[in-house]
């Protein structure tokens, strides 16, 4: 256990629990799925963000345990369904659910997933957090859309590259850390600042994600490096590297995304890192982190506040 997940080490293993317990169902299929990609593990940062940021605002009812588990079913549905739209055949150093028992019943336990999670936010009874939940939700299938659009396509620019990145990823690490505020009853402005919170750490995750797909060890990833290239993703090094690579280098970039060449990856990876396109976005990583961090100054002193910042200096620092 990470020194910011012993924070608030008591509720996490609640949520785990309740994690648990809400995947029952009748259909043996949904739970069998539904445990296999739960228990492989991963972070589970933006549960954590809601336990995080509740107690760091003084919450002290139950009703957080609730909210965190809804975000890691939701998470974990967008997983279900990346993996199958992305073919992907690895995640968290096992084979995808797709891989196991096919692309239908993951598409539908996925389904399945975003389902109770929705049962579990009447439950919690907050109109504010269903409403934010429902416009992150919408905003994170519209990530996906434009995300398949951008496949294959290497004239994507670093806006269009930030705007997806912010919506597939940023906008539920910003609802993490909002819905916790509402449910703190917390100030417009430390409802605002732990949003922004949010959204900059999750830009920080995806950055760093981006930069390991072409610097990482498939072990510590726990999935194949070069996966971004496969699929013809143009992330952020490779937009860069583009566009300071001589012409030559360029354009084998440009064929490589165009044609998802992942036996191109070696001689894509020494241009991406001749650029300095690592770098690059690296520096952009970190940027998001001190924005991220600068967010907190307003709230008080605690070891939830202290765990938030370490967090945020943790996702520029991980190698997986």
């Known amino acids: 256990m990470l020194p910011f997940h012993q924070a608030v080490e008591s509720d996490f293993n609640e949520v785990n629990q309740l994690i648990i ?19 492989a593990g991963g972070k589970r940062l933006r549960p954590l963000l809601v336990l995080l940021c509740a107690n760091a605002l003084g919450y002290d009812k139950k009703e957080h345990i609730e909210l965190a588990a809804i975000i890691e079913f939701i998470h974990t549905a967008t997983l279900l369904h990346d993996d199958v739209v992305d073919v992907s055949a690895l995640r968290r150093g096992r084979p995808t659910a ?16 975003y389902s109770r999670a929705f049962q579990m936010l009447v439950r919690i009874g907050v109109m504010d957090i269903m409403a934010l939940m429902s416009n992150t939700t919408n905003t994170i299938s519209e990530g996906e859309v434009q995300q398949l659009v951008n496949a294959k396509d290497p004239s994507v620019d670093e806006a269009n590259y ?3 990145i912010h919506k597939k990823t940023g906008a539920l690490f910003e609802a993490a850390c909002e819905t916790a505020a509402v449910l703190a009853k917390a100030s417009d402005e430390e409802r605002q600042a732990l949003r922004q919170y949010g959204y900059h750490l999750g830009m920080a995750f995806q950055l760093v994600d981006d930069a390991l797909d072409y610097e990482g060890d498939a072990e510590a990833l726990g999935k194949n490096v070069g996966d971004d290239l496969a699929e013809g993703k143009p992330t952020l090094p490779l937009i860069y590297a583009m566009a300071n690579a001589s012409a030559e280098d360029s354009a084998l970039i440009a064929d490589a ?4 060449a992942v036996d191109q990856l070696e001689p894509v990876v020494a241009i991406v890192k001749a650029t300095g396109a ?10 998001q982190v ?4 600068a967010q907190l100054h307003g709230l008080a002193d605690s070891r939830f506040k202290t765990a938030m910042a370490e967090l945020a200096d943790f996702s520029i620092a991980r190698n997986h």
């Open 278 to 287: 690592l770098g690059y976005t690296n520096r952009c990583a970190a940027e």
């Open 98 to 113: 797709n891989a196991q028992w096919g692309n239908a019943p993951s598409v539908l336990v996925g389904d399945f997933l």
């Open 257 to 260: 995304i165009k044609n998802g």
């Open 162 to 164: 930030l705007n997806v």
């Open 290 to 293: 001190a924005q991220a961090k």
């Open 21 to 39: 317990d809400q995947l029952h169902s009748d259909v043996d299929l949904v739970e069998n799925i539904g445990h296999y990609i739960v228990d």
